[in-house]
């Protein structure tokens, strides 16, 4: 190719330093960063995240976070990818501390994790016997709108599987289904092997027969179903459901259940109030989700930045800037910067 009088671009490097990366051969990728930068080609996000990558499949994680400060010389800004590569090199090293601090300065930054990232975590958290810890990221996602999938759903019920928690374990998989997030193999086989190891024979049994996957309809008969068996359900349990009724354009029957949480001896927190407001937003019904956040202000709920997203959303609408400046001088007095989130303590 430069035989030939063709200069290659950061796209042609690229494409083989990921080659020879994914052959293993980091030390020739790092000759052809070197290369391109001879040859006046300034590396990219993609060949920082390529070689990062790479050293973290490789237990290089100080070399890799060597490259992670090289970047802000260089002027190229990591991005999610390169936080999550980082994360879950440090986590299979059982760096699990120093995972945790790149997780909250990743969310300084003005960097959202991912399900990816959080999926990083949450299992890595499960396997070293910090089960609630990985629960509070698993609230965290259902708080900050980030779409949960089996692999999030599996790793929690594995973490308490291994501590012999089985109703928790047995309750995220309820919540899973409720949620619409289908199980896989892999969900029933952990809950097998869990209440074996635990030698409950006849449980494991019953979830061998309960196999087969659920659709949204069958889920809300299963939830049903279990409240009329006397399920002790907490919030969480009530937010999973609520937040499944707004995806699934059931605003109607989310409102009801929300309205009937005192009922229930029970009242909506932060995370209640942000699905309902996100959905009623989403599906334009603009005057139900501002009537949310007026209750919010009258029942003096400590807003977090997610709630003050919400507002500027609705700010941005046309028209709306005046209609609603009194609310916001309540919600916002001390104007919280754009990108600025709420996070859960991960220290133990």
């Not at 959080?118 to 996602?141: P, Q, R, T, Y």
């Not at 959905?279 to 989700?289: L, S, T």
């Amino acid at each position: 190719m430069i035989s030939k009088g063709v200069a290659p671009d950061v796209f042609t490097y690229n494409s083989i330093i990921h080659g020879v990366c994914s052959l293993g051969m980091w030390k020739d990728a790092e000759c052809y960063v070197n290369k391109m930068v001879n040859f006046g080609v300034t590396p990219d996000i993609v060949t920082f995240n390529i070689v990062i990558d790479a050293h973290c499949k490789d237990g290089r994680t100080e070399k890799a976070q060597t490259l992670l400060e090289l970047m802000s010389t260089r002027g190229v800004s990591p991005d999610v990818i390169t936080y999550s590569s980082l994360i879950d090199g440090l986590c299979n090293s059982g760096q699990w501390e120093e995972a945790t601090k790149l997780f909250r300065e990743m969310i300084d930054r003005g960097i959202s994790p991912n399900v990816h990232t959080f999926n990083i975590l949450i299992d890595a958290m499960c396997k070293e016997g910090m089960v609630k810890k990985a629960h509070e990221l698993f609230d965290l996602m259902i708080e900050r709108g980030v779409e949960l999938n089996t692999i999030t759903y599996n790793a929690l019920m594995d973490g308490y599987c291994l501590h012999r928690r089985m109703d928790e374990s047995t309750k995220v998989l309820h919540s899973m289904v409720i949620r619409g997030c289908e199980a896989d193999v892999i969900s029933y086989n952990i809950l097998i092997n869990g209440y074996c190891k635990a030698k409950k024979l006849d449980e494991a049994m019953q979830i061998f027969e309960d196999m087969p996957s659920k659709s949204y309809e069958e889920a809300m008969r299963l939830f049903e179903k279990l409240e009329n068996d006397g399920l002790e359900a907490d919030i969480v349990t009530y937010n999973t459901v609520i937040d499944n009724m707004c995806k699934s354009n059931n605003l109607d029957e989310a409102k009801k259940l929300f309205d009937s949480l005192p009922s229930k001896e029970l009242q909506p927190d932060n995370v209640t109030y942000n699905i309902m407001i996100r959905g009623f937003f989403q599906n334009n019904e603009i005057d139900k989700a501002v009537q949310l956040l007026n209750d919010m202000v009258y029942r003096d709920f400590s807003l977090n930045a997610t709630n003050t997203s919400s507002v500027e959303d609705l700010l941005a609408a046309d028209g709306l800037e005046g209609k609603f400046i009194g609310l916001v001088d309540k919600i916002l007095p001390k104007r919280q910067s754009k990108g600025t989130v709420t996070t859960v303590e991960l220290d133990c």
